[in-house]
């Protein structure tokens, strides 16, 4: 869906993630992606600003691998199962100018018990991609994350 159509109902947050980097809405230097399922992919339009400037203008790229980290991610949770990355390749096609709107696309293209296989890209507002990988993502137990198990 090109920048700007209406997209589907927002994804909800992710519990306990307030204050995540790449998607909490409380964390004044984080990226605040909305995500959206559309046609069995979670898409999130963003800005970076200038708090995540790398080189004189450009997104650093780490910052945009945490962009594409969530949107992988939120992939999963569009399925009603919260996984952790367990392994994240990102591969730079073009320079990423501050203030630019990209799309962030992540799909599942396999699935093995507790393990996903996901692909995602960032589109520039032309249409190209900025930045695209692949990942390994990896089911959590509720209550195995973010504290002492349960029990």
């Known amino acids: ?17 307030e204050w995540c980097f790449g998607c909490g809405p409380r964390n004044p230097f984080g990226l605040h992606p909305v995500f959206h399922v559309e046609q069995g992919r979670v898409t999130a339009e963003f800005r970076a600003r200038p708090e995540h400037q790398g080189f004189r203008g450009l997104v650093q790229g780490g910052i945009l691998t ?11 949770w569009a399925e009603g199962v919260f996984a952790v990355t367990g392994r994240l390749e990102a591969f730079f096609r073009k320079p990423t100018p501050i203030d630019t709107p990209l ?4 799909e599942i293209t396999d699935r093995r018990g507790r ?8 589109e520039l507002p032309d ?23 349960a029990g």
């Open 66 to 76: 945490a962009m594409l980290d969530e949107v992988m991610a939120r992939a999963v």
């Open 127 to 149: 249409g190209s991609v900025a930045v695209e990988g692949t990942g390994t993502f990896v089911e959590i137990v509720e209550g195995r994350f973010g504290g002492a198990p």
């Open 103 to 106: 799309r962030a696309v992540g």
């Open 1 to 17: 869906m090109p920048m700007g159509d209406t997209p589907e109902p927002e994804l909800p947050p992710v519990p306990g993630a």
């Open 115 to 122: 393990v996903y296989e996901l692909r995602g890209w960032l």
